[in-house]
């Protein structure tokens, strides 16, 4: 059986025509074992994606969108993520991550991603925690540079960044407004980026 589902109007929709790009973060939902991956379609190669071009070069493949969900079977769920308005999407995905109450976090160790983004399981833009380009070392309170993964710790509703990339430190965040609270590199200490 194939499933058919509406992804994000830059995709196209599942027909058995997919193939990943190299895989940015994997993420079990413990409410319901869903799996969610986090795909990189911009990392296939254009003899790789005939099928996406316009016009089509081959039948074969399309990639699918940046966020999939499948459940335990393995059946494509829902789709969607990447650029969109409102949010500067990274420019390579690294680490996934759903909070306890049911958001996405998205990083992006590309060259000049500086920002976390924060979305709802359909994919609406919720918060994002800096800005692309604008990193300025290990002890930025605004930025980040490479961030890996933003991990959310319920007690505090915090969000812990490992920043680690380019930069030495975790930096934590408001969950809700992504303000700035506290940061640390290498044994608990200011990181030093001399």
Request: glycine share 12%; net charge negative; hydrophobic share 30%.
């Amino acid at each position: 059986e194939v499933p058919t589902f509406e992804v994000d109007p830059f995709w196209p929709k599942f027909d058995g025509n997919w193939i990943f790009g190299s895989i940015g973060g994997v993420y079990v939902d413990p409410t319901n074992d869903h799996v969610w991956v986090l795909n990189r379609p911009r990392t296939l190669e254009k003899d790789e994606d005939y099928a996406a071009q316009k016009p089509m070069a081959a039948d074969c493949c399309v990639p699918p969108a940046y966020v999939q969900e499948f459940d335990q079977n393995g059946k494509a769920l829902r789709s969607w993520g990447g650029p969109g308005a409102g949010y500067e999407w990274p420019a390579n995905e690294h680490g996934l991550s759903i909070d306890s109450k049911g958001n996405f976090w998205i990083a992006g160790n590309g060259m000049g991603d500086a920002q976390v983004l924060k979305f709802d399981k359909n994919g609406k833009f919720l918060l994002q925690i800096g800005h692309a380009g604008k990193g300025t070392g290990s002890n930025d309170t605004e930025n980040f540079n490479r961030p890996t993964k933003a991990t959310y710790y319920a007690k505090t509703n915090e969000v812990f960044v490992s920043d680690g990339y380019n930069n030495r430190r975790v930096a934590v965040f408001d969950a809700d407004t992504g303000k700035y609270k506290r940061h640390w590199g290498a044994y608990g200490k200011r990181p030093d980026d001399a």
